[in-house]
Protein backbone atom coordinates (compact mmCIF):
# COMPACT_ATOMS: atom_id res chain seq x y z
CA UNK A 1 0.00 0.00 0.00
CA UNK A 2 1.14 3.57 -0.70
CA UNK A 3 1.83 6.22 1.64
CA UNK A 4 -0.26 9.19 1.94
CA UNK A 5 2.62 11.57 2.25
CA UNK A 6 6.48 11.74 2.84
CA UNK A 7 7.62 14.08 5.77
CA UNK A 8 11.40 14.99 5.70
CA UNK A 9 13.02 16.48 8.78
CA UNK A 10 15.58 18.99 9.65
CA UNK A 11 17.69 18.27 12.61
CA UNK A 12 19.27 21.00 14.41
CA UNK A 13 16.39 22.55 16.34
CA UNK A 14 13.59 20.36 15.36
CA UNK A 15 14.90 16.87 16.18
CA UNK A 16 17.25 18.19 18.56
CA UNK A 17 17.93 21.16 20.85
CA UNK A 18 21.76 22.43 19.65
CA UNK A 19 21.14 26.01 21.68
CA UNK A 20 24.14 24.50 24.10
CA UNK A 21 25.95 22.34 21.28
CA UNK A 22 26.20 24.57 17.77
CA UNK A 23 24.78 27.41 18.22
CA UNK A 24 27.43 27.70 21.24
CA UNK A 25 30.13 26.21 18.91
CA UNK A 26 29.73 29.24 16.76
CA UNK A 27 30.00 31.73 20.05
CA UNK A 28 33.34 30.14 21.01
CA UNK A 29 35.15 30.04 17.73
CA UNK A 30 33.55 33.36 16.86
CA UNK A 31 34.92 34.99 20.20
CA UNK A 32 38.40 32.88 19.72
CA UNK A 33 39.16 34.80 16.67
CA UNK A 34 37.78 38.35 17.22
CA UNK A 35 37.62 38.21 20.78
CA UNK A 36 33.67 39.14 20.49
CA UNK A 37 31.18 36.60 21.49
CA UNK A 38 28.10 36.81 19.58
CA UNK A 39 24.99 36.69 21.45
CA UNK A 40 21.58 34.40 20.40
CA UNK A 41 20.04 36.72 19.26
CA UNK A 42 23.04 37.48 17.05
CA UNK A 43 23.11 34.46 15.61
CA UNK A 44 19.44 34.31 14.93
CA UNK A 45 19.69 37.86 13.06
CA UNK A 46 22.00 36.20 10.65
CA UNK A 47 20.37 32.89 10.20
CA UNK A 48 17.27 34.90 9.10
CA UNK A 49 18.65 36.29 6.45
CA UNK A 50 18.56 32.60 4.73
CA UNK A 51 21.88 32.04 3.38
CA UNK A 52 23.76 31.01 5.77
CA UNK A 53 22.92 27.30 6.76
CA UNK A 54 26.73 26.40 6.77
CA UNK A 55 27.54 27.01 10.59
CA UNK A 56 31.26 26.81 9.74
CA UNK A 57 30.49 29.70 6.74
CA UNK A 58 28.19 31.77 9.52
CA UNK A 59 30.87 31.77 11.49
CA UNK A 60 33.50 33.04 9.33
CA UNK A 61 31.13 35.81 8.31
CA UNK A 62 30.60 36.63 11.52
CA UNK A 63 33.92 37.72 12.13
CA UNK A 64 34.14 39.19 8.67
CA UNK A 65 31.50 41.39 9.56
CA UNK A 66 32.91 42.21 13.18
CA UNK A 67 36.48 42.73 12.03
CA UNK A 68 35.18 45.13 9.05
CA UNK A 69 31.94 46.77 10.97
CA UNK A 70 34.85 47.70 13.78
CA UNK A 71 37.51 49.19 11.53
CA UNK A 72 39.76 46.33 13.30
CA UNK A 73 43.23 44.64 12.76
CA UNK A 74 42.86 41.44 13.76
CA UNK A 75 43.25 38.84 10.96
CA UNK A 76 40.44 36.26 9.61
CA UNK A 77 41.20 32.72 10.20
CA UNK A 78 41.05 30.56 6.80
CA UNK A 79 38.27 28.18 6.55
CA UNK A 80 40.20 25.51 7.40
CA UNK A 81 41.70 26.49 10.49
CA UNK A 82 38.25 27.78 11.62
CA UNK A 83 36.53 24.57 11.09
CA UNK A 84 39.69 22.84 13.25
CA UNK A 85 38.75 24.70 15.69
CA UNK A 86 34.86 24.69 15.54
CA UNK A 87 35.06 21.11 15.61
CA UNK A 88 36.87 21.33 18.65
CA UNK A 89 34.23 23.14 21.02
CA UNK A 90 31.59 21.07 19.19
CA UNK A 91 33.01 17.08 19.03
CA UNK A 92 35.74 18.06 21.58
CA UNK A 93 37.50 14.66 19.68
CA UNK A 94 38.00 12.82 16.38
CA UNK A 95 34.26 13.18 14.71
CA UNK A 96 35.31 9.86 12.82
CA UNK A 97 35.93 7.73 15.91
CA UNK A 98 33.79 6.80 18.64
CA UNK A 99 31.76 9.01 20.38
CA UNK A 100 32.35 7.83 23.60
CA UNK A 101 35.52 10.09 23.58
CA UNK A 102 34.01 12.83 22.12
CA UNK A 103 34.01 15.38 25.26
CA UNK A 104 32.35 18.69 23.31
CA UNK A 105 28.96 20.67 23.54
CA UNK A 106 27.48 17.54 21.30
CA UNK A 107 27.24 16.00 24.90
CA UNK A 108 24.77 18.82 25.90
CA UNK A 109 21.77 17.91 23.59
CA UNK A 110 18.85 17.50 24.65
CA UNK A 111 16.30 15.85 22.33
CA UNK A 112 13.29 17.27 21.22
CA UNK A 113 11.01 14.02 19.89
CA UNK A 114 11.06 10.78 20.40
CA UNK A 115 11.19 7.43 18.28
CA UNK A 116 7.60 6.81 18.40
CA UNK A 117 7.04 9.32 16.43
CA UNK A 118 8.53 7.95 13.41
CA UNK A 119 6.70 4.54 14.29
CA UNK A 120 3.32 6.65 14.25
CA UNK A 121 4.12 8.22 11.32
CA UNK A 122 4.82 4.75 9.70
CA UNK A 123 1.60 3.24 10.73
CA UNK A 124 -0.15 6.18 9.44
CA UNK A 125 1.39 5.51 6.36
CA UNK A 126 3.40 8.20 6.47
CA UNK A 127 7.07 8.13 5.02
CA UNK A 128 9.81 10.17 6.66
CA UNK A 129 13.44 10.57 6.36
CA UNK A 130 16.49 13.58 7.59
CA UNK A 131 17.56 16.54 5.61
CA UNK A 132 20.49 18.28 7.99
CA UNK A 133 23.39 20.41 7.29
CA UNK A 134 24.74 18.63 10.19
CA UNK A 135 27.99 16.70 9.55
CA UNK A 136 27.31 12.62 9.10
CA UNK A 137 28.95 11.97 12.60
CA UNK A 138 26.82 14.33 14.38
CA UNK A 139 23.77 13.49 12.46
CA UNK A 140 24.30 9.82 12.92
CA UNK A 141 25.24 10.48 16.42
CA UNK A 142 21.88 11.71 16.81
CA UNK A 143 19.80 9.47 15.08
CA UNK A 144 21.23 6.18 15.72
CA UNK A 145 22.56 6.48 19.41
CA UNK A 146 20.46 8.99 20.53
CA UNK A 147 16.83 8.27 19.34
CA UNK A 148 17.60 4.57 18.00
CA UNK A 149 16.51 4.59 14.46
CA UNK A 150 18.82 2.03 13.42
CA UNK A 151 18.74 2.72 9.84
CA UNK A 152 17.32 6.72 8.62
CA UNK A 153 16.85 8.07 4.92
CA UNK A 154 19.73 10.60 5.18
CA UNK A 155 21.09 13.35 3.12
CA UNK A 156 23.73 15.46 5.72
CA UNK A 157 26.68 17.97 5.15
CA UNK A 158 28.40 17.01 2.25
CA UNK A 159 26.01 14.83 0.17
CA UNK A 160 24.38 17.64 -1.28
CA UNK A 161 24.46 21.47 -1.56
CA UNK A 162 24.06 23.59 1.24
CA UNK A 163 20.13 24.68 1.96
CA UNK A 164 18.40 26.64 0.82
CA UNK A 165 19.57 24.82 -2.78
CA UNK A 166 16.78 22.28 -3.14
CA UNK A 167 18.69 19.27 -4.44
CA UNK A 168 19.21 17.46 -1.32
CA UNK A 169 15.68 17.69 -0.94
CA UNK A 170 14.39 17.19 -3.84
CA UNK A 171 17.09 13.77 -4.32
CA UNK A 172 15.90 12.26 -0.69
CA UNK A 173 12.00 12.96 -1.75
CA UNK A 174 12.88 11.21 -4.94
CA UNK A 175 14.11 8.36 -3.59
CA UNK A 176 11.16 7.74 -1.15
CA UNK A 177 8.06 8.25 -3.50
CA UNK A 178 6.59 5.37 -5.19
CA UNK A 179 5.88 7.57 -8.15
CA UNK A 180 7.68 10.24 -10.12
CA UNK A 181 7.72 13.70 -8.01
CA UNK A 182 5.05 15.40 -10.08
CA UNK A 183 1.21 15.95 -10.13
CA UNK A 184 0.09 12.37 -9.40
CA UNK A 185 2.65 11.72 -6.42
CA UNK A 186 1.87 12.29 -2.60
CA UNK A 187 2.15 15.37 -1.06
CA UNK A 188 5.56 15.95 0.37
CA UNK A 189 6.63 18.00 3.37
CA UNK A 190 9.71 19.32 4.98
CA UNK A 191 10.27 20.78 8.81
CA UNK A 192 12.61 23.49 9.51
CA UNK A 193 13.77 26.40 12.00
CA UNK A 194 15.06 28.48 9.47
CA UNK A 195 14.60 31.21 6.99
CA UNK A 196 17.24 28.75 4.58
CA UNK A 197 14.81 25.72 5.22
CA UNK A 198 11.25 27.49 4.12
CA UNK A 199 13.18 28.61 1.00
CA UNK A 200 14.35 25.39 0.60
CA UNK A 201 10.90 24.19 -0.36
CA UNK A 202 10.21 27.53 -2.02
CA UNK A 203 13.30 26.34 -4.44
CA UNK A 204 12.36 23.12 -4.69
CA UNK A 205 8.56 24.04 -6.05
CA UNK A 206 10.25 26.25 -8.47
CA UNK A 207 11.92 22.77 -9.77
CA UNK A 208 9.17 20.73 -10.15
CA UNK A 209 6.08 23.08 -9.91
CA UNK A 210 3.61 19.94 -10.36
CA UNK A 211 4.61 18.33 -7.11
CA UNK A 212 2.69 19.19 -3.31
CA UNK A 213 5.52 20.70 -2.01
CA UNK A 214 4.46 21.69 1.64
CA UNK A 215 7.01 24.16 3.93
CA UNK A 216 6.59 23.01 7.96
CA UNK A 217 8.28 26.00 10.24
CA UNK A 218 9.37 25.91 13.89
CA UNK A 219 11.13 28.64 15.67
CA UNK A 220 14.48 27.21 17.46
CA UNK A 221 14.31 25.75 21.10
CA UNK A 222 15.51 28.97 22.74
CA UNK A 223 12.47 30.93 22.05
CA UNK A 224 9.80 28.77 23.30
CA UNK A 225 10.23 30.34 26.96
CA UNK A 226 7.65 31.95 28.01
CA UNK A 227 9.81 35.14 28.87
CA UNK A 228 11.09 35.03 25.00
CA UNK A 229 7.50 35.10 23.58
CA UNK A 230 7.49 38.27 21.77
CA UNK A 231 10.45 37.49 19.82
CA UNK A 232 9.24 33.76 19.10
CA UNK A 233 6.68 35.62 17.30
CA UNK A 234 8.82 38.26 15.64
CA UNK A 235 11.09 35.25 14.36
CA UNK A 236 7.99 32.86 13.57
CA UNK A 237 6.64 36.36 11.33
CA UNK A 238 10.03 35.81 10.01
CA UNK A 239 9.45 32.44 8.88
CA UNK A 240 6.03 32.84 7.64
CA UNK A 241 7.39 35.91 4.99
CA UNK A 242 9.68 33.78 3.61
CA UNK A 243 6.58 31.40 2.10
CA UNK A 244 6.21 29.07 5.25
CA UNK A 245 2.99 27.07 4.97
CA UNK A 246 2.26 26.44 8.50
CA UNK A 247 3.76 27.17 11.72
CA UNK A 248 4.79 24.45 14.14
CA UNK A 249 3.99 25.59 17.71
CA UNK A 250 5.83 22.47 19.32
CA UNK A 251 7.50 19.32 18.62
CA UNK A 252 5.41 17.84 21.60
CA UNK A 253 2.59 18.55 19.39
CA UNK A 254 3.83 17.72 16.04
CA UNK A 255 1.35 15.26 15.08
CA UNK A 256 -2.17 16.65 16.23
CA UNK A 257 -0.75 19.95 14.65
CA UNK A 258 -0.18 18.26 11.23
CA UNK A 259 -3.06 15.51 11.59
CA UNK A 260 -4.87 16.88 8.19
CA UNK A 261 -1.58 17.55 6.53
CA UNK A 262 -2.55 14.56 4.13
CA UNK A 263 -5.62 15.07 3.99
CA UNK A 264 -6.54 16.83 0.89
CA UNK A 265 -4.50 15.49 -1.64
Known sequence: MNNIGLILFDIDGVIRDVTNSYRMAIQETV???????????DIDSIKSEGCWNNDWDLSLEM?????????????VPTRKI???????????GDPNHDSSEWSGFIKNETLLVKKTLFDELTQRRIGWGFVSGAELPSAKFVLEQRLGLS?????????????????????LSSKLSKLPLGISNSPIAYIGDTVAD????????????DQKFISLAIAPPHLHVDSFLEK?????????KAGADLI????????KETVNLFANK
Open 151 to 171: TSPLISMGEAPDKPDPTGFIS
Open 63 to 75: INRHVQNNHLSSS
Open 31 to 41: NYFSEWRPSIE
Open 248 to 255: IKSMDNFK
Open 82 to 92: LIECFENFYFG
Open 198 to 209: VKTVINARIKIP
Open 232 to 240: RLIYEAELR
